[in-house]
């Protein structure tokens, strides 16, 4: 009995730490390379992948776009999940009142992440680098405004910063998740040569307290039967879909 009591307070001890040392799972997802976005045609190109088996609520994300040609301030970008929630990755760069055209850099090999230290709308405003085939490099927070991308220059001044990847925190990422693009002025062919969205998960409560707290229990009372969340795989399977039909975020 006595063993039994010892039990229960190393477990309850032990639990807080246990708690704290989540395992974490990246799960990757490739959409359909070699993409081209038409010219100048707002019903744009949307690419899709249905994301299954994956266990536990999202943690945090991020979306890599190797985007060649065309004109970067020509273009808008978003991503919607399975919950219906929308993160604006590309919004007409640099096009403010001070800058009516907007970024005339060509292309994009870059990481969407909201760890990143700046805003990719305003790239040119810091240091920043092009690599040898003119397409802007290195990591950078989403646009995240969500206006209409054919709105007046002066318009994206002073809208506030909204449609992050905050929106998908905590959500379910299991279902169909679609990236969509628009290149919304003549002149220029962009083509998305590779894109890829990385989300990484933490796992169920259930599942920490049946190694941390239920486990040490178990092996307690081994031969009292205790009941336990079921355990779940964790492989991340996948389809690849391409969709020509527009699905966009609310603009307010």
């Not at 776009?65 to 991503?79: P, T, V």
């Amino acid at each position: 009995m006595r063993n039994q009591i010892a039990a229960v307070v190393i477990a309850f001890l032990v639990w807080p730490g246990i708690a704290s040392a989540q395992t974490f799972v990246t799960n990757t997802v490739f959409f359909s390379p070699n993409s081209v976005v038409p010219d100048g045609d707002p019903n744009g190109l949307a690419l899709g992948a249905n994301m299954t088996d994956i266990n536990g609520g999202i943690a945090s994300l991020t979306v890599t776009l190797n985007i060649s040609g065309g004109d970067n301030s020509d273009l808008f970008a978003y991503l919607t999940g399975p919950t219906g929630n929308c993160a604006i990755l590309l919004n007409r760069v640099g096009m403010g009142s001070a800058n009516p055209s907007g970024y005339d850099d060509s292309g994009f090999d870059i990481t969407l992440s909201d760890s990143a230290t700046y805003n990719i709308h305003n790239y040119q405003s810091g240091a920043y680098t092009l690599n040898d085939s003119g397409q802007l490099t290195g990591d950078w927070i989403p646009d995240g405004r969500n206006i209409d991308p054919q709105s007046a220059a002066s318009s994206f001044d002073s809208v506030s910063i909204t449609a992050t990847f905050e929106s998908f925190l905590g959500t379910d990422p299991n279902g169909q998740w679609t990236l969509y693009f628009a290149d919304l002025s003549g002149g220029g062919q962009s083509i998305v040569q590779s894109s890829e969205l990385n989300i990484t998960t933490t796992p169920e409560p259930c599942e920490i307290a049946l190694f941390g707290f239920g486990g040490i229990l178990f092996f307690a009372w081994r031969r009292k039967g205790f009941s336990s969340c079921q355990r779940q795989s964790v492989p991340s399977k996948y389809r690849m879909l391409f969709s020509t039909r527009l699905s966009p975020c609310h603009i307010p």
